[in-house]
């Protein structure tokens, strides 16, 4: 009896060893690791610092490229409230910044460059809604169309559908939704968006708007007759579709 006394208390004094041993190395893994997050933060708190200040030096001059201040302040607050998805986020916005400011300068750039950018617009603004929020995107674009790297197509003309149905969307709306869906077939592009509004974003939305004011005079300024911009609202659903002719624009292009 007396030995086996002895044998389970130096048992557990055993697993109390391995119990402090564990939970002591637990200790300093956790430690380690929270000391990592901190730097990872600064860095990206850093980073966001340094993209603020390069935003803040922006100037767009082109009636086309005076977009929305609130486009990027929203985008950077989107990124600093999902650490998780940090990086990508960053990777994205560094797409879309290099395009506002080397490639909107050009009168023209492909689709496909536009679209590259589009797409990459709406992945920065999906950060800010709850992963369960109805929303579809849908792009078939066809990258054997023979226009598909072609200059003709003007710069930033997707911006301001996009930056407006996450605008304008009622995000707290049970049956809200968002719906992009871009097309290129036969030399003919077409965008269409379709979101729930809410009624005080709507009227906001009449009264101001600089951007849909824009988006008019710069698509009526190039492409004159060959484009349709048709918008709707009906029961709280707002419809916005873009289509251009980019075949019959670029062949007055070439013959003009």
């Not at 390069?54 to 950077?76: A, C, S, W, Y």
Request: net charge positive.
């Amino acid at each position: 009896m007396e030995g086996n006394y002895y044998m389970i208390h130096d048992y557990l004094i055993f697993i109390g060893v391995f119990a402090i041993f564990f939970f002591l190395t637990l200790g300093i893994y956790l430690f380690n690791q929270n000391q990592q997050l901190k730097k990872r933060n600064n860095k990206l708190f850093e980073t966001n610092r340094l993209i603020e200040q390069r935003l803040n030096e922006v100037q767009l001059e082109h009636i086309g490229t005076k977009l929305n201040p609130h486009l990027f302040k929203n985008i950077l607050n989107s990124v600093q409230s999902h650490a998780y998805q940090t990086y990508m986020s960053l990777d994205k916005l560094a797409n879309v910044l290099d395009y506002i400011l080397y490639e909107s300068n050009n009168k023209y750039v492909s689709p496909k460059e536009e679209l590259t950018f589009a797409l990459s617009l709406i992945e920065i603004n999906k950060i800010k809604i709850n992963p369960l929020f109805d929303f579809r995107i849908k792009s078939k674009i066809n990258t054997t169309d023979p226009l598909y790297e072609e200059k003709v197509f003007a710069p930033l003309i997707s911006v301001d559908l996009i930056e407006n149905a996450f605008k304008h969307t009622d995000f707290l709306a049970q049956d809200s939704f968002i719906s992009i869906n871009m097309e290129l077939e036969n030399k003919i592009f077409s965008m269409k968006v379709i979101n729930k509004a809410s009624l005080k974003n709507t009227l906001q939305k009449e009264k101001s708007g600089f951007g849909s004011q824009s988006l008019d005079q710069r698509l009526k300024m190039i492409y004159n007759n060959h484009y349709k911009l048709e918008k709707s609202s009906k029961n709280g659903i707002f419809t916005a579709q873009l289509t251009i002719n980019l075949g019959d624009f670029y062949d007055k292009m070439r013959y003009s």
